[in-house]
């Protein structure tokens, strides 16, 4: 069974190909995505498609988790290295999560 993150890429990657279909996805996501999966989505599940531009950046939280967290190994190790996976705007010169 493909992974949501899969399904995700893939409707993404069509999106991007398919002006027709794009248009679709953003005035009626939930029957285009009843079509494309083949079935109804949940019906508590709520699905909202917002379209990037030139200028515009979408960050997705997670859902909040109830208690902290402690870090992975692998996490701590690149924490330790330096080395911040978050640090994808400012190139390596600033990182508000390690500083």
């Given at each position: 069974m493909p992974s949501n993150q899969n399904i995700i890429s893939k409707i993404q990657e069509h999106a991007a190909r398919d002006s027709e279909f794009r248009g679709r996805l953003l005035a009626d996501p939930q029957g285009t995505l009843k079509e494309v999966l083949g079935g109804d989505l949940p019906?508590?599940?709520?699905?909202?498609?917002?379209?990037?531009?030139?200028?515009?950046?979408?960050?997705?939280?997670?859902?909040?988790?109830?208690?902290?967290?402690?870090?992975?190994?692998?996490?701590?190790?690149?924490?330790?290295?330096?080395?911040?996976?978050?640090?994808i705007f400012t190139k390596g010169t600033y990182c508000f999560f390690t500083h």
């Open positions: 019906p508590d599940m709520d699905i909202r498609i917002v379209e990037e531009t030139e200028n515009t950046a979408y960050l997705v939280l997670p859902p909040a988790e109830a208690d902290s967290v402690e870090l992975e190994d692998r996490e701590l190790a690149e924490v330790a290295g330096g080395h911040c996976p978050y640090c």
